[in-house]
Structure formats: C-alpha cells, structure tokens
C-alpha cells in the first residue's frame, strides 16, 4: 500500500494547543524567556505610532548593514512564511526540487501556487547530508540548517548547488541559533545563479506572533517579490524589531544565547543517548534534536500524559511514525523530560 502523504500543513503549535493541557514546550523552536524585556519595552513604545502608515527605510538599512548587502537586496516580509508564498507566486521554473526532510510551508506554498515539486529524499544513515540534486532542476529549495533534522550543512556544499540559470533557496531561519553562524550564506553575492537566503525573527527573539523576516538575494528578483507585497505588508512593530533585532547590542546577545543553547543541547544528547532505543543521526546544531525510536507515536501521547509535548515526525516528508522533534530547553527541563521519557518507554 502507498503511504499516506503527509500533512505540509502541521506545525509545532499544534501539539501545545490540543487540549489546552498546559503541557511543557518540547514542541516549537522558539527560545524561552522571549521576547527580552528589553525589546518587549522597545515594541511597546512604537504604539504611540500606529496611527501612521509604516515606514521601513531604517528598518531595511539596518537589516542590509548586517548583512553588507545593498539596500535593494533586502525585502521584508511578514515572516518567513510570506517569502514562500511570494517566491512560489512570482517565480515560474520548470524543474522544482525540495530537499527533504526540511520544513514543510517551503512545498505547500509551491503546490498551492500550482507547482509540481520534486523531492529529494535526504538519508538518515548517511546522516541527513546533502546528497546529488537533479542537474535539470531550477529552483532548489533547503533549509541550513536544517528543520527537524537540526543538521547543518557545509557552506561549500551548500554553495556547490548554485548554477547559472537556477534560482537555490535556503531558509536559514536557524542560523542565528548557530554560533558564529558559520555556514550562512547571507552575505555571499557572487554564486553563480539566482541565490536567495530567509531569514526570520522569530526563534531566537520569540516573535512569532509578530510575523517578521525578510529576504537576501538579487536586486532585480527582490524587486519582483516586492512588486508582489501587498502595501505595507510589515507593520510598525514588527520593522522596529527588525531593526533592533539588527543592531550590534542584539547581535551581541544572539551570539551569547546560541553559545548557551549549544551547552543545553549537548546536555539533551548526552542524556537521550543513555536510551538504547533512542537514536539520533548526524550532528545536532540548531535548538531541537530529532530521534527515532519504536513506538514514537504512543511514546508521544504517553509523554502527553506526563506533561510534556514533543513534535511529531512523521508530517515531514522522508520522516515517518518512528521519528519525534525535542526543542532544547534549560538543564532542569530536560531533565525532567528525560526523567519522564524514562518512565515512558518502560511501560509502552
């Protein structure tokens, strides 16, 4: 039989809000503790504002600086989520590959815009690394790093996918979380092709609810994307995060929590690791681990029961039933998780 498809449409949130159980987040990427009291305070401050239209001259300015991109390189947009859509709406390729498992608004918003997409399916044996993309293809999208894998990919081999006449995407809305962001390719302008970077705000500073990011790439493509904005797509609010969140204090304080968030993950793989059942493929790098193991469904639902919400795997093409996502959280909580994990996997 054909196994069923999966749902493109299913996120994190999802198993935090069923039920209303008040579990603890194991589910969604976003850090703890955000958005800092100082950035809560500066949006709050923007509110005397909202009468007028918004402006994101130095909101832009202030992204493309940290980038050292040109101003018309740079275009926000209300999240990371609203770059797929624009991207799937202005671009007409021929050959669309998508390199799986890796989140999955990327493939719904090509198929919604009445693409066909072509997968490739990246191994877990061989450590979820980057594998041979077809020639033919010209629009290539990935994450890096890489969502629910947490694998992150060499810049080079990243890179080495950039063709002349290829539009390659990579959502880099992890590589904040990465310390040194070592493998990104934002500030690269010389590969061949069309190479676009996403990033977003949301995980490291704890905005989702206010919808902010934007795109790296190509003037004359930017320019296109934006043509396809609606006015004033970003509010107020979200470009003074966009700046602040762009300046070398934040940037500063970025650095400092993927440093903690590095001690806090290897604390989760040292502790699943003691599981004989539980495995984990490729080197973690982001703020959640991926694992697999027997009876990962039950084992969610039991961990339900002990007040944790972990994500489910198998919504991710490449993934199946036998796969769960961890965020990385503080010592203390994973230690209790484990305590529960323990508990769980003894009785299903």
Known sequence: MTAPEPDLRHHG???????????VDLAVNVRTGTPPAWLREHLAATLGDLAAYPDQSAARAAVAARHARPLGEVLLTSGAAEAFVLLARVLTPRHIVVVHPQFTEPEAALRDAGHRVHRVLLSPED????GTVPEEADLVV??????????LHPAEAVAALARPGRTLVVDEAFMDTVPGERESL??????PGRVVVLRSLTKTWGLAGLRIGYVLGPAPLIADLGA??????????????????????ALAEAEQAAAELALRRAHLVKGLATFPSVRQYGEPAASFVLVRLPDAAAVRQRLREHGFAVRRGDTFPGLGEEWLRIAVRDEATTDRFLNALEAVLGSV
Not at 13 to 23: H, K, M, S, Y
Not at 142 to 151: A, D, F, M, R
Not at 186 to 191: C, E
């Open 13 to 23: 949130d999802a198993e935090v809000r069923a039920d209303g159980l008040g579990l």
């Open 127 to 130: 450590g979820f690394r980057l």
């Open 142 to 151: 990935l994450g890096n790093p890489t969502n629910p894998t947490s694998v």
């Open 186 to 191: 934002a500030a690269v302008r010389d590969l």
């Open 228 to 249: 396809a904005q609606p006015l004033w797509p970003v509010s107020t609010p979200a470009l003074a995060a966009a700046e602040a969140c762009s300046g070398p204090a």
